[in-house]
């Protein structure tokens, strides 16, 4: 059984970080592009940030470029999502999202969420002002 679970979320005031994880199990992720994306209350699931397998190919949301960066571990089956300079619109809770196909389609079709096949439960992020 595949699972992606997220981990790394909190309460935390503005200007602070704040690192995600996400642990795959069950199959590995290796070859597979890997994708974070957030909800908010009342907002549809909007899209942060993707990598692909190799690592040196990553993509951000333009709300989160420059602040949040994307990294992965193969090793671990794990992608992370460093998350610098909160800002309480960040408030959201953040998923994490593994493609099967290992073929890799470029990085404009890994922002969409229907490039994901599989996905974490979430974790909350809350940033106060």
């Known amino acids: 059984q595949v699972q992606l679970v997220e981990s790394g979320g909190g309460l935390v005031q503005a200007g602070d970080s704040l690192r995600l994880s996400c642990a795959a199990s069950?199959?590995?992720?290796?070859?597979?592009?890997m994708g974070w994306f957030r909800q908010a209350p009342g907002k549809e699931r909007e899209f942060v940030a993707t990598i692909r397998w190799t690592g040196d190919s990553t993509y951000y949301a333009d709300s989160v470029k420059g602040r949040f960066t994307i990294s992965r571990d193969n090793a671990k089956n794990t992608v992370y999502l460093q998350m610098n300079s909160l800002k309480p619109e960040d408030t959201a809770v953040y998923y994490c999202a593994a493609a099967q196909s290992t073929f890799y389609s470029g990085t404009a079709y890994y922002t969409k969420s229907t490039a994901y096949d599989y996905w974490g439960q979430g974790t909350q992020v809350t940033v106060s002002s």
């Open positions: 069950g199959r590995t992720f290796s070859r597979n592009a």
